[in-house]
Structure formats: C-alpha cells, structure tokens
C-alpha cells in the first residue's frame, strides 16, 4: 500500500508535501509567558452575530453523562458519550435518532473508538479505532471498515476522501510507520503529504523522542494540530501540512527535552502554563491555558490576528471543581456579552463556517447557576435540570 512507504518516501514528502516552516518572526505568537498584555480581559462579543442553542432530547437510549466527542453538521449531531454503547445521532433540533457503532464483532460494530469525524460532501460518519476505520451512512448504515498499518491517534476528514491523521501519543517516533502529521486519500490509497517529526529535533534522537497530549480544533481550510512540548500549532488541510501560529510556552531546552521524552508520561513542567484547548474564529486565534503549579486557576488568551495584540484574562471559576461536572471544562470561558448565557467557550470551532460549537453538562450548568445567579435568569437555562441531557451551544459568527 502506498501510505505505509513512509521509510522510502520521507525525504520527498518533507521536501514537497509539507512546505518549509515559516521564520518566527513571519509566524503569529500566542506567548504564553508574557508580562505584558494589551488587555486584562479577552473579548469575543463582537464578533459572535446570533447565539442558538439546542437541548439534546433525553430517552432510555441516549442518556448522556460526559461527551468524550462530537460532530455538527447542517442536519445532524453526532455524540460519543461516557454511558452509552455506541455513537447517538441527533438532528439539528436535538431530537434523537439512533445509535451508530455499536459495541461488538459483528459487521458494522467497534471495540475501542478513539474519535470521529465527518465526511460531509460524501454524507460519510467515519469512527476511529486503532488501526481500523468504520463509515457510515448519514442514516446509520454500515457501509465498509478498512484497515490500516501504521500507527495513529485521530482521524480528520480534510475534504472528500481525504483524511489527515494524528500519530500515535507516546510512542518513539523511530517505530516503522510513525510520523507526527499526515495527509492521506482513501479513494485513491495515495500520500498526499507527510510530517515524520515536528518540535526540536536536535533535543535528542528519535528513539527518545515522542508525541505527547495531541489537541487539535477546526482551522479556516482544516484543522489545527498541536502536541505539548512543542511550539508550533499546524495548519492540516486536503493539500498541505504547514505551520499556522506559535506558541511560546517558556521551556528551556532541558524541559522541552523533558516533556518530549519517550520515556516520560503527558507531565507538565512546573510553574509553566500548558495548553488545554485553542480555536480560532475569523479575527482571532485564541487558547485556554493552566498553570502547572495551579491546576485550579485557568487563563484565557486571544491574539489578534491583524495587529498580533495579545490579550490575557483569568477565570474565576475553579477548575478543580468544574472538571467533576464537564471534563471538557467549557463552564471556564469568555465572558457572554451577546444574551448573557454560559461563558463562552467552544468544543470545536469551525470558522471557515462562522460556528463554534460548545456543550454544556446539566450538572455543569447547574453548578455555574449557582455560582452566577444572573443565569438563573436566562430563558433557555431556566429549562435545564439535573436530570436534563447536555447542552449544544451553536455561535454564529459574523
């Protein structure tokens, strides 16, 4: 197969499928040790239009604890939950469908799934599991599951057929068939583009080097991927893998060497702030940090994306406490100045079509009600409970 050549293609493809990295100082940067900022709160009001929100419907069969993955479309949600065998299907008004992969050996049924992602212009629902992935019909029929040999830990469709693909977390990125990046077409078995390493090679040999803690979140033409540990968040689209922004976390080479080591688990350095999320939306690329040597306190970054002015604002919810209600700790976000509902902070973000997408836990919900009475208030917050199934939370975007 053409994808698993990586040993024979390598050269060529960091040479014509990558593109060079840019010079720092052409690349935007989110610095996340500055002292100085233009701003002590990060501001997001102008540019969300229209907030809608979605209470996803609450049966026997899709009862939702934590959302460990989601998929929007223009009819569908997709969710993959914590209680549930398989992946719950919503339309656009919350109303359930269907459970897609179920937990099993039969045909069209998972083991372990990883991640999703969508194929919208083939109408494709693709899960994950290591080594193998599963599609699906927008109406839940199995159609095929194809397997693959090398080594990777997420799955983004980047256009039709094309998919690009996260590698494996943990693993010496000397393995056969490791790489950091890539770009692959599953019509045609073809490489479209390959990053064997990204970070600072010269730290150490590749044996001792590995990818550490993958976040990744929609970009303009793509997705953003970034590995901790490193300073360059990637732009991965349906042609190209290239460097997008940086981000300046203060390692020294010693700590870089630290948190990149194969030997290592996913740990922080102390006193440094590690990044928990980034999206972007047409004016700014922004990040959710934390303080190593303070878990319970989280700040907010944004980066102008035209004048590169970079704003920070720290939360005043705790994230200790919140993360037992929402793991994905969306509860710890920008300030809502557009109708006063839930601090704003999206799962994913898809600014080529002016949404992000954020979810809300009930019990999540509950808990900042109780920490800002004004939310109490809100029409559409009033109606959730305990008892209630997560919120999906859609910005449009100007």
Same mark, same amino acid.
């Given at each position: 197969?053409?994808?698993?050549?990586?040993?024979?293609?390598?050269?060529?493809?960091?040479?014509?499928?990558?593109?060079?990295?840019?010079?720092?100082?052409?690349?935007?940067? !989110?610095?996340?040790?500055?002292?100085? %900022?233009?701003?002590?709160?990060?501001?997001?009001?102008?540019?969300?239009?229209?907030?809608?929100?979605?209470?996803?419907?609450?049966?026997?069969?899709?009862?939702?604890?934590?959302?460990?993955?989601?998929?929007?479309?223009?009819?569908?949600? $997709?969710?993959?939950?914590?209680?549930?065998?398989?992946?719950?299907?919503?339309?656009?008004?919350?109303?359930?469908?269907?459970?897609?992969?179920?937990?099993?050996?039969?045909?069209?049924?998972?083991?372990?799934?990883?991640?999703?992602?969508?194929?919208?212009?083939?109408?494709?629902?693709?899960?994950?599991?290591?080594?193998?992935?599963?599609?699906?019909?927008?109406?839940?029929?199995?159609?095929?599951?194809?397997?693959?040999?090398?080594?990777?830990?997420?799955?983004?469709?980047?256009?039709?057929?094309?998919?690009?693909?996260?590698?494996?977390?943990?693993?010496?990125?000397?393995?056969?068939?490791? %790489?950091?990046?890539? !770009? %692959?077409?599953?019509?045609?078995?073809?490489?479209?583009?390959?990053?064997?390493?990204?970070?600072?090679?010269?730290?150490?040999?590749?044996?001792?080097? #590995?990818?550490?803690?993958?976040?990744?979140?929609?970009?303009?033409?793509?997705?953003?991927?970034?590995?901790?540990?490193?300073?360059?968040?990637?732009?991965?689209?349906?042609?190209?893998?290239?460097?997008?922004?940086?981000?300046?976390?203060?390692?020294?080479?010693?700590?870089?060497?630290?948190?990149?080591?194969?030997?290592?688990?996913?740990?922080?350095?102390?006193?440094?702030?590690?990044? $928990?999320?980034? %999206?972007?939306?047409?004016?700014?690329?922004?990040?959710?940090?934390?303080?190593? #040597?303070?878990?319970?306190? $989280?700040?907010?970054?944004?980066? +102008?994306?035209?004048?590169?002015?970079? #704003?920070?604002?720290?939360? +005043?919810?705790?994230?200790?406490?919140?993360?037992?209600?929402?793991?994905?700790?969306?509860?710890?976000?920008?300030?809502?100045?557009?109708?006063?509902?839930?601090?704003?902070?999206?799962?994913?973000?898809?600014?080529?079509?002016?949404?992000?997408?954020?979810?809300?836990?009930?019990?999540?919900?509950?808990?900042?009600?109780?920490?800002?009475?004004?939310?109490?208030?809100?029409?559409?917050?009033?109606?959730?409970?305990?008892?209630?199934?997560?919120?999906?939370?859609?910005?449009?975007?100007?």
């Amino acid at each position: 197969m053409k994808k698993v050549l990586f040993g024979l293609m390598a050269a060529i493809l960091i040479s014509t499928g990558c593109g060079s990295k840019k010079s720092s100082g052409e690349l935007l940067q !989110i610095d996340l040790a500055a002292k100085d %900022f233009a701003s002590g709160q990060v501001e997001i009001a102008d540019e969300i239009e229209s907030v809608e929100y979605i209470p996803l419907e609450l049966t026997d069969e899709s009862l939702i604890a934590n959302i460990l993955d989601i998929a929007v479309t223009d009819e569908y949600i $997709f969710v993959y939950s914590t209680r549930q065998d398989g992946v719950l299907q919503f339309d656009r008004k919350g109303h359930f469908l269907r459970r897609i992969a179920k937990t099993g050996n039969g045909p069209g049924e998972t083991g372990q799934i990883i991640s999703f992602t969508v194929d919208e212009e083939n109408r494709l629902f693709c899960v994950s599991e290591y080594f193998s992935t599963s599609f699906y019909s927008f109406y839940g029929e199995f159609i095929k599951k194809i397997t693959s040999l090398h080594p990777y830990s997420y799955q983004l469709s980047v256009g039709p057929n094309v998919m690009a693909e996260l590698g494996r977390m943990y693993v010496p990125l000397n393995v056969p068939g490791m %790489f950091s990046l890539g !770009i %692959f077409n599953w019509a045609t078995d073809d490489t479209i583009a390959l990053r064997p390493t990204i970070g600072n090679m010269n730290l150490m040999s590749l044996e001792e080097t #590995s990818l550490k803690g993958w976040i990744y979140n929609g970009s303009m033409d793509g997705w953003f991927c970034y590995s901790e540990g490193t300073d360059t968040v990637w732009n991965v689209n349906a042609k190209t893998i290239s460097p997008a922004f940086l981000v300046n976390n203060g390692y020294s080479a010693s700590e870089e060497k630290e948190m990149r080591s194969s030997k290592t688990g996913n740990a922080s350095v102390d006193g440094t702030y590690s990044v $928990f999320n980034i %999206f972007e939306t047409p004016r700014s690329y922004f990040a959710k940090c934390f303080q190593s #040597s303070n878990e319970s306190k $989280f700040f907010l970054y944004r980066l +102008d994306k035209q004048t590169g002015a970079l #704003s920070r604002e720290a939360s +005043d919810i705790d994230a200790m406490e919140l993360f037992e209600y929402n793991r994905a700790l969306t509860g710890i976000g920008i300030r809502n100045e557009t109708d006063g509902g839930l601090p704003v902070w999206p799962f994913f973000s898809y600014p080529a079509k002016k949404l992000m997408i954020q979810v809300n836990t009930a019990v999540e919900i509950e808990y900042l009600k109780e920490k800002d009475p004004k939310l109490k208030e809100h029409p559409v917050l009033q109606k959730i409970t305990e008892e209630s199934n997560p919120l999906v939370t859609i910005y449009h975007l100007r």
